[in-house]
């Protein structure tokens, strides 16, 4: 069987993720393409009949439609029903249902660096609380983890990350300043904001002066793959955990539903890191 991947978005011509599912298609010996589709918001709906005319077998969903799409699917799987964003599609015969595995993405990318983190009680911070905080919170809700609190700029945003709590965990909202005064009662910090992305790179959402040195400190912006918040964690002694790793595990997430294989990522890690460093 030959797969019809993509991505659509807008825009969509630096993505990385052609060059990811290059690799796990000569990874796992799946044959295939994996094209980009720049979809304008005006164009969604018509784009979606184009494809499924197309035959696709899947696709990816990026900025500005992670949102807009779920009202043209046939099903939204439960999870990315609650986070309310959609990153990837299965095409059954016409039928589109829609994944989020960002999220999952996430959750594997640091489970295989720090297995440890995920102990119940392991407290963690998520600082952010846009569509990315989403889906990192309530992965790590199914994932165990028990005491978690959320930073954001804007208080409101953060609050309306609680009704994703259909399962059990204690999590607490607090503001940028408060989080910096009780970091050392974390044992995972992840940074979801766009603060630190390139150009804007010598930004940083929180200072980590409190950190302790057991803390695993992750941001999921990768480009740049050192962010600022990063750099200051290893030189403060802390562990790291980089954005390009989250990209890579959501994509393999996404590749195992459309194909039902599993591409193997170690050589992968090193081979996207060389191609942001550029
Ligand atoms: P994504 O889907 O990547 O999570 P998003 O839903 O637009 O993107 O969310 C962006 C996140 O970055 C939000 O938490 C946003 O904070 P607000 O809710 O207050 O808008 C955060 N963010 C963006 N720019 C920021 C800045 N300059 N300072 C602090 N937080 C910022």
Excluded: C
């Excluded at 991947?5 to 990874?27: A, T, W």
């Excluded at 640091?110 to 995920?118: K, S």
Aim: hydrophobic fraction near 35%; charge should be negative; aromatic fraction near 8%.
């Amino acid at each position: 069987m030959e797969f019809k991947l993509g991505l659509i978005g807008y825009p969509v011509q630096h993505s990385l993720s052609p060059f990811i599912h290059q690799k796990f298609m000569e990874n796992t010996s799946i044959q295939g393409s994996y094209q980009l589709f720049e979809t304008e918001p005006h164009q969604l709906e018509k784009r979606l009949e184009e494809l499924k005319r197309a035959d696709i077998s899947g696709f990816n969903v990026t900025v500005p439609h992670k949102q807009a799409i779920m009202s043209y699917l046939d099903e939204v799987d439960s999870d990315a029903y609650r986070i309310g964003a959609v990153n990837t599609v299965v095409n059954d015969k016409g039928r589109l249902k829609g994944y989020n595995t960002d999220g999952i993405g996430y959750v594997r990318s640091l489970a295989e660096a720090y297995p440890n983190v995920f102990q119940q009680e392991k407290k963690a911070l998520i600082l952010g609380a846009g569509g990315a905080a989403r889906g990192i919170y309530r992965a790590l809700v199914k994932q165990g983890i028990q005491g978690i609190s959320i930073a954001n700029r804007t208080k409101s945003k953060a609050e309306g990350l609680l009704d994703l709590q259909d399962l059990h965990t204690e999590t607490e909202i607090l503001s940028f300043s408060e989080a910096e005064a009780a970091l050392d009662n974390f044992d995972l910090i992840v940074q979801t904001t766009s603060v630190g992305m390139s150009p804007n790179h010598d930004e940083q959402v929180i200072s980590l002066n409190k950190v302790k040195p057991h803390t695993v400190v992750s941001d999921i912006v990768y480009k740049p793959l050192n962010t600022k918040l990063l750099r200051e964690a290893a030189n403060l002694g802390a562990k790291t955990h980089h954005g390009h790793t989250m990209l890579l595990y959501q994509a393999q997430y996404a590749f195992e539903i459309w194909t039902g294989a599993h591409p193997q990522m170690e050589s992968l890690v090193e081979q996207l890191e060389q191609r942001l460093r550029g």
